[in-house]
């Protein structure tokens, strides 16, 4: 298909729209999580797995949302995606979020890991293991 603004535009605004739910969806995972630290003990190293797992998760989804916005992908076909391929997704989120707690190294994280997104990407609609929704 070949570019057209209104179609950028369009895809533009979907992104963001869903960037701003994911958000709003992990604030609520995270006040959940946070319940945890109510249970004595066990409670904070509960709450820290509970959120470096939910932190790689969303994380993942939003290096992802780029291609699979260009496919036309609802926000919860987004999130089948990443739970559907949840192994290497998961390993996308988590370095992520490693590279994101080294001083300097942070500042060129989110570009090399939206590209490591769209190579992941690539890979997966190359082998047939994604929805057509285009």
């Known amino acids: 298909?070949?570019?057209?603004?209104p179609v950028f535009f369009r895809q533009i605004s979907v992104s963001i729209w869903h960037s701003l739910?994911?958000?709003?969806?992990?604030?609520?995972v995270m006040g959940l999580l946070l319940l945890?630290?109510?249970?004595?003990?066990?409670?904070?190293?509960?709450?820290?797995?509970?959120s470096s797992v939910a932190s790689a998760f969303f994380l993942a989804r939003e290096m992802l949302d780029g291609p699979l916005t260009?496919?036309?992908?609802r926000w919860t076909d987004k999130y089948r995606v990443v739970?559907?391929?949840?192994?290497?997704t998961m390993g996308l989120g988590a370095a992520t979020a490693a590279m994101l707690w080294i001083p300097l190294l942070n500042f060129v994280c989110l570009p090399v890991a939206v590209t490591g997104g769209t190579l992941l990407y690539a890979h997966l609609r190359r082998t047939g293991r994604l929805p057509l929704n285009s």
């Open 70 to 73: 260009r496919d036309r992908l």
């Open 1 to 5: 298909e070949g570019f057209a603004w």
């Open 21 to 28: 739910l994911n958000f709003a969806l992990y604030l609520v």
């Open 36 to 50: 945890l630290n109510l249970i004595p003990a066990a409670g904070q190293a509960l709450f820290m797995a509970g």
């Open 83 to 88: 739970w559907r391929h949840k192994a290497v």
